[in-house]
């Protein structure tokens, strides 16, 4: 066992998966972690399991003597359960602690609750951090994706540890760098890891993460869709597919798994193992409050709440069973080109994706104006190129675009996107349309769509929207003729108006 230091660099509390992976992560980087949890048995077994780490584990028994073997300032990382747990471990936290020392939440928890929790424990001259930690435990172990917000003096001294355990991307291509063998600490490269900005910035950030993630994930699933039921081929057969894919411009890890998961055979039956998969979903929470937030700053980012509600409708299975023996669709057999056509899903996918992401850097404008951050958009996108599940190749187009123009009002407005669209959309429109056809469900490829045609149509329908809610609620009208701001009121004609009958 090596000789450990009298006090930790870090200390961090709540030894799960991710926690154990993590607090791995930081010892493998030379870094003295402290480590404790509520049932002492796991803290033992993990210590014991990893006796020669190059900068060593100090398991604790006590919190007392954990936050006692930290150098000050002493910074801990709380990975429990989002919500009450973490209250809970920072109200056991705070006696213990001294001026200035810094907490870290490395949970999934909501941006409100950072908010809430950074100013409770200032009024208490202590420090919080809440930082997105994504990548899932192969992440956290060997290079995650790290979404630091708070106190920006607290950051610094953190800092150093998180760009250490990051993953790394090439300071020019953006491309994900790798150890000299798999797991091996990574030399050099840019580590996906930034200071997001005050409070909750860094939790926001990484919702928007989960949420453009389910848009991601629904979107594979309906080009797998069209592929298995418009065209007729097998799962392996997508598979190849979305292997081809992934040499290409949708180059990106949830296609990899994607090519791989569809090639994998059920090691009970034999069958392509997608097939014995209930295609009921779940979902913990971040797609949804993606959602309800864009629902509540008025941002329209519909494409990711049809991902959540696509998953809802995949969950009532049995009304979905009953009702498809009622509810006839149309008995249309594709005709075209299967090739022209496994383009065509392509170009759909990745033009849906461009919309998706458009979505999401809208809500994040919004809500930088919102709560006063000032979010440094082409960071983001660079930050998710490594580690995290939505780790892709077209994420540096986003980081250029915003490069060129830090205050781009929207994705689709950046020449390479408005490009891409452009060449691709006859064939996006292809599949909206054939999909409808033939009666297969796509709702991110074609709220994705109208989104995109709704962006661009200079007048929309809603003026008689308006003039409907000034004929019944008397919420008066804009005029095309006369500056915006001021509103007027047409008094309908009583005699014309429906009579409601009682
Ligand atoms: P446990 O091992 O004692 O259950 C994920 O659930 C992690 O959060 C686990 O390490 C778990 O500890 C910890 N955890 C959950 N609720 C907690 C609480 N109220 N206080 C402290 N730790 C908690």
Same mark, same amino acid.
């Given at each position: 066992?090596? +000789?450990?230091?009298?006090?930790?660099?870090?200390?961090?509390?709540?030894?799960?998966?991710?926690?154990? *992976?993590?607090?791995?992560?930081?010892?493998?980087?030379?870094?003295?972690?402290?480590?404790? *949890?509520?049932?002492?048995?796991?803290?033992?077994? /993990?210590?014991?399991?990893?006796? *020669?780490?190059?900068?060593?584990?100090?398991?604790?028994? %006590?919190?007392? *003597?954990?936050?006692?073997?930290?150098?000050?300032?002493?910074?801990?990382?709380?990975?429990? +359960?989002?919500?009450?747990?973490?209250?809970?471990?920072?109200?056991?936290?705070?006696?213990?602690?001294?001026?200035?020392?810094?907490?870290?939440?490395?949970?999934?928890?909501?941006?409100?609750?950072?908010?809430?929790?950074?100013?409770?424990?200032?009024?208490?001259?202590?420090?919080?951090?809440?930082?997105?930690?994504?990548?899932?435990?192969?992440?956290?172990?060997?290079?995650?994706?790290?979404?630091?917000?708070?106190?920006?003096?607290?950051?610094?001294?953190?800092?150093?540890?998180?760009?250490?355990?990051?993953?790394?991307?090439?300071?020019?291509?953006?491309?994900?760098?790798?150890?000299?063998?798999?797991?091996?600490?990574?030399?050099?490269?840019?580590? @996906?890891?930034?200071?997001?900005?005050?409070?909750?910035?860094?939790?926001?950030?990484?919702?928007?993460?989960?949420?453009?993630?389910?848009?991601?994930? %629904?979107?594979?699933?309906?080009?797998?869709?069209?592929?298995?039921?418009?065209?007729?081929?097998?799962?392996?057969?997508?598979?190849?597919?979305?292997?081809?894919?992934?040499?290409?411009?949708?180059?990106?890890?949830?296609?990899?798994?994607?090519?791989?998961?569809?090639?994998?055979?059920?090691?009970?039956?034999?069958?392509?193992?997608?097939?014995?998969?209930?295609?009921?979903?779940?979902?913990?929470?971040? !797609?949804?409050?993606?959602?309800?937030?864009?629902?509540?700053? !008025?941002?329209?980012?519909?494409?990711?709440?049809?991902?959540?509600?696509?998953?809802?409708?995949?969950?009532?299975?049995?009304?979905?069973?009953?009702? !498809?023996?009622?509810?006839?669709?149309?008995?249309?057999?594709?005709?075209?080109?299967?090739?022209? /056509?496994?383009?065509?899903?392509?170009?759909?996918?990745? @033009?849906?994706?461009? @919309?998706?992401?458009?979505?999401?850097?809208?809500?994040?404008?919004?809500?930088?104006?919102?709560?006063?951050?000032?979010?440094?958009?082409?960071?983001?996108?660079?930050?998710?190129? $490594?580690? @995290?599940?939505?780790?892709?190749?077209?994420? %540096?187009?986003?980081?250029?675009?915003?490069?060129?123009?830090?205050?781009?009002?929207?994705?689709?407005?950046?020449?390479?996107?408005?490009?891409?669209?452009?060449?691709?959309?006859?064939?996006?429109? +292809?599949?909206?349309?054939?999909?409808?056809?033939?009666?297969?469900?796509?709702?991110?490829?074609?709220?994705?769509?109208?989104?995109?045609?709704?962006?661009?149509?200079?007048?929309?329908?809603?003026?008689?929207?308006?003039?409907?809610?000034?004929?019944? $609620?008397?919420?008066?009208?804009?005029?095309?003729?006369?500056?915006?701001?001021?509103?007027?009121?047409?008094?309908?004609?009583?005699?014309?108006?429906?009579?409601?009958?009682?």
């Amino acid at each position: 066992m090596p +000789k450990l230091k009298p006090k930790s660099d870090i200390g961090l509390i709540g030894l799960a998966v991710m926690g154990q *992976n993590l607090a791995l992560n930081i010892a493998d980087h030379g870094f003295q972690i402290s480590v404790y *949890n509520r049932t002492t048995e796991t803290m033992d077994s /993990f210590v014991a399991e990893n006796p *020669n780490t190059p900068g060593g584990v100090l398991g604790c028994k %006590q919190i007392k *003597n954990f936050v006692q073997s930290l150098k000050r300032p002493r910074k801990i990382i709380i990975l429990v +359960k989002a919500g009450g747990p973490t209250d809970a471990v920072i109200d056991t936290l705070i006696p213990l602690l001294d001026k200035n020392d810094i907490i870290i939440d490395g949970g999934n928890a909501k941006w409100t609750d950072t908010i809430r929790r950074e100013k409770d424990l200032k009024a208490k001259k202590l420090r919080f951090v809440g930082s997105g930690v994504s990548g899932g435990e192969e992440g956290a172990r060997f290079g995650p994706a790290l979404m630091p917000g708070g106190d920006p003096a607290a950051y610094k001294h953190l800092q150093p540890i998180w760009d250490a355990i990051a993953a790394k991307v090439d300071a020019k291509t953006g491309r994900p760098l790798e150890g000299a063998e798999p797991g091996a600490p990574v030399k050099g490269g840019v580590p @996906c890891a930034a200071y997001i900005g005050p409070n909750g910035a860094g939790h926001y950030v990484k919702m928007i993460h989960n949420g453009i993630e389910y848009g991601d994930m %629904q979107m594979i699933c309906e080009a797998y869709d069209l592929m298995q039921n418009v065209l007729g081929l097998t799962a392996p057969e997508i598979g190849k597919v979305f292997a081809r894919w992934n040499k290409g411009q949708l180059d990106s890890f949830l296609i990899e798994i994607t090519a791989d998961i569809l090639q994998q055979s059920d090691p009970i039956t034999g069958k392509p193992f997608v097939e014995v998969v209930l295609d009921t979903a779940g979902q913990k929470g971040t !797609g949804k409050w993606t959602s309800v937030n864009a629902l509540d700053m !008025g941002v329209p980012a519909p494409t990711v709440a049809e991902a959540v509600f696509a998953r809802f409708l995949s969950a009532v299975k049995t009304e979905r069973v009953a009702a !498809g023996k009622i509810l006839k669709g149309p008995s249309k057999r594709f005709s075209g080109n299967k090739t022209a /056509f496994i383009r065509a899903i392509h170009d759909a996918l990745y @033009c849906s994706k461009i @919309c998706s992401y458009a979505q999401g850097f809208q809500l994040m404008r919004e809500a930088q104006n919102e709560y006063n951050w000032e979010l440094n958009f082409g960071q983001i996108a660079q930050i998710w190129r $490594g580690g @995290c599940i939505i780790r892709a190749v077209f994420l %540096q187009k986003i980081t250029d675009a915003f490069k060129r123009k830090p205050k781009l009002a929207n994705l689709l407005l950046d020449p390479y996107f408005n490009k891409t669209i452009q060449k691709a959309q006859s064939n996006w429109r +292809k599949v909206v349309s054939t999909a409808t056809e033939q009666g297969v469900a796509i709702p991110t490829f074609s709220s994705a769509l109208s989104y995109y045609d709704g962006y661009r149509t200079a007048r929309l329908p809603q003026n008689l929207l308006q003039a409907q809610r000034d004929y019944f $609620g008397a919420h008066t009208y804009e005029r095309v003729d006369k500056p915006r701001g001021k509103f007027f009121h047409i008094d309908w004609p009583e005699k014309d108006r429906p009579q409601l009958k009682v």
